[in-house]
Each structure stands twice: as C-alpha cells, then as structure tokens.
C-alpha cells in the first residue's frame, strides 16, 4: 500500500515537472520572439533594402496581432480545451518562424511575422490558465515565479542574441527557437490534461467585432502616437471608435448569457486591485525597455549589442528577484513584497529623471538593475494574488484579462510616454535645437512623470488582501459561470 502511494506521489510529481517544463518554455519562446527584432529593425533595411517606416511594421504588425488574439483565448480555451490550445498555438509559432526564416521580401516577412504575433498572443495567456487549472496549489506560487522569470530572459537576452544573429545570418533569428518549440510541445503532449468539461460557449460574433476592432483602433492610436500628435484629427477619431467599440463590447458582455470574455470579474475587489497594479508596473517596465536603450545609442553612440551586453545582468537580476519573490510569497503575501518592489522601482525612477549627457554607463546599469529587482519582487506577487482570488473555472478569462490589459498598457505607456517625450524636447530646444543636452532633459522630464505613475501603485497595492485569499471572493466564480 504504501508503495503504490510512494509511486502515485512520484508520477504526480513528474507530471508537475512536464507541465511545468512546457510552460515555462512555452512562455520564454513567445516573449523572446516578441521581443526579438527590437534592436535589429535598421538591419532589416539594408538586407531589403527598404525604409524604417516599412520595416517598423515587423513590430507594429506582431504587437497589432498579440494585442487583438489576448482577449479571446479565454473563449477559445473554454471551446476548445486548454491542452489543445497550447499545442496549437506552439505547433503555429513553429512554423510561423520557419516561414520568416524562409522570407523572400520584406512584405512576406510582415505577413509572417503578424502570423506569428497570432501564436504568442495565445501562448503567453493560455500557459498562465495552465498553472491554475493543471499545478496544485502549493505548487502554483513557484511555477508562476518560473513563469515570469522565463518571460523576464526573453527581454534580456533577444537583443544581444539577435543583434549578433543579423550579423551573421538573419534567418538563424527565427530558426534558433525552433528545437525550443519543440521541447515545450513535446512535454505538453505527455503531460497536459485531456480534459472534457470545458463548455463550448456560444459564439458572439457581436463581440468578438467589438474587442478585435476596439483593441485594433487603440494599439494603432498609441502606435503612432507620437506621429500624429495626441490632439490630431487621427487620434481624436481613433480614440473615439476605440472608446465607443469598448464600450459597446462591456455593454454586451455583461448583459447576454454566454459572453465572450466573463467581464463580471470586475466585481472581485483583489482582481481589480491586482490588475490595476499590473498594469502600473508594466507601464514603468515599458518606459524603461524603451527609453534607456535610446539614451546609450544617441548619447553615448553604443551599438545595439554593446546596449544588450550593459544591461543583461539587470535584466537577470530581475530573473533572480522573481525566483525570491515567488518563494517568499507563501510566506509574507502579495503586500509587503509589493510594497519593497515598488520603493525600489520608485527609488531608481526618480534617478533616471537626474540622468545628464555625462551620466557613466556602469550607472545606468546599476539603476536598471536596481527598477529590475523592484520589478521582480512586485510583479509576481501581484499577479499571483490576482490570479488566486480567481476560480479555476474562471481562470482562462482572467489570464486573458491581465494578458489584454498588460499588451494595451504597454502601447498606450511607450504612445503617451513618447508623445510627451518630443513634447518636451521641444519646450527644452527653443533656441538651441535638438542638442544632446535638450533631449537628455526630454528623457528625464519622461521619468519624472514615470516616477508618478509608479507612485500610483502604492495605495492599490496596500489595499491588497493579505496571504489567504478571502473565501467569499474566491467562490464569488461559483455564481458566474458560462451559462450565467
């Protein structure tokens, strides 16, 4: 007897370890094919010998695509089950980067680079349903620290790897994830539940219209933001069909039957507050990915590696701070971690905002390593007490909510935040034109309103309830199910 119960303990725990191997890999090729052309866009004109304007679609088109899929892949995993979705979506990112290795002009690789944007919009969401509906709960708080320390490496290590890549040999780029896609779908096959409860929802077409268009219009809006100016006739238009076709879509959803995306979620007290934090610290994360590697190539004329190789060991220290957090949550809760995270997001924020043309390197690094730890320390822990406070039943809409809102929080930051950027480089440079010193001002105008918006998290975060998830918010899903 004991024996038998010695080997029900060891399949269990090797089939935690498949499920989780898959998603943590799973999660890794997705963020690093998101991440992976940053650096390497102005490469791409001389290879097709075209202009930035075309070859910025590589990105805008794939953050279009992941954008526009996030808030489905609760609906699709409820129609077509969970297991079936993740090896899909990894089978469709394989071979959607094999057809870019295979590019022969630059609109074939737009094309399949947007198809590609498709799967990694599903991948990231659908592997965060899998750690709560398939881990147990004492395994979840870890495997989400995992998660997100996988999500963290693709960011640190796509621009030195990429950038060398293009060097060398471009199609290698998409290539090289390939056998990583393989592993992930491979221990997804053997691991993943077949499961045949999932409800198959009616479809809302109505809906579907409605978040797709709705989503689309806004990323386009803060895509282009800072082209055509936040009081232009385009951004007014795009701003009021995005508002109206969002509006429309909650409108509906919460008053048919079956919706689309379970929208009632917003009646959890932590959910919301875990989201609204969520989507706080993913807008100071984006400020930072995208505005210091600009300060080092036009202040400091660094390339595109040398960027890469300065600030891979902050980007690690965030690997390593997630690991802590997830540890500790168990222990401590959401709050206290929160709250030491955001202090030193808030802390080295404000020193970007002191940064002049004569800030050294080693600096930088040394403040981007200190906004990564306080990133690490928050951002699980946050996500994590959201996620708990979820029913199992609702955790695909859930994931699919913090997945949608973190892809729209990130247009909208790096939009705005640019925006505002040129805005004040042209309050500063009257007189004197766009010199080195005028735009280092633009750049710390930019974290001062940063440091703002990071202190916006605090009171959220405080509010946050403690270790245990209150019952009466976790059987809140009972009474909200896909058939009302």
Known sequence: MEMKIIKGLAQESRKN????????I????????????????????????????TVQWLMTGFTLATGIIAPLCGYLGNCFGTRKLFLWSVAGLMISSLLCAFAWDIGSLIAFRIIQGVFCGIIQPVTLTI?????????????????????????????TISGWLQSWNWPMIFLMMIPFGVVAWGFGWVSLEKRTEYQKSAFDGMGMIGIVFGSLTLLVLFS???????????????????????????WRELRIKEPLLELRLFTNKTFVLSLATSIILISSLFTGIYFIPLYLIEIHQMTATEVGLLLLPPALSMT??????????????????????????????WEFSRLTVDSAPELVMLWMTFRYIGLGLSMTPTINAGMNAVPANLSGDAS???????????????????????????????GDGFSPDVYVKGLDDVFILATILTCLSIPFSLLLNGKRVKQKEKRMGEGISKGG
């Open 320 to 349: 390593v701070a997630t690991v802590v957090s997830s540890k500790y949550y168990e222990r401590v809760g959401p709050r206290p971690l929160i709250l030491i995270g955001t202090s030193f997001l808030v802390f080295a924020t």
């Open 26 to 53: 799973g999660s890794f090729i997705s963020i690093y094919q998101s991440v992976s052309l940053n650096v390497s866009l102005p490469g791409f004109m001389d290879i097709f010998d075209t202009d930035l304007t």
């Open 131 to 159: 750690i709560y509906q398939m881990l147990p709960e004492y395994k979840r708080s870890m495997a989400l620290g995992l998660w997100s320390a996988s999500s963290v490496l693709g960011p640190a290590l796509a621009p």
């Open 224 to 250: 282009n933001l800072h082209q055509w100016g936040m009081l232009s006739g385009k951004s007014i238009i795009c701003l009021i069909m995005g508002g109206f076709l969002l509006s429309h879509f909650i």
């Open 17 to 24: 370890s498949f499920i989780l191997t898959a998603v943590v």
């Open 400 to 430: 699919s909510l913090i997945n949608w809102s973190r892809q729209v929080a990130g247009a909208m930051s790096v939009g705005i935040f640019t925006s505002f950027f040129y805005t004040r480089m042209a309050f500063h440079g009257k």
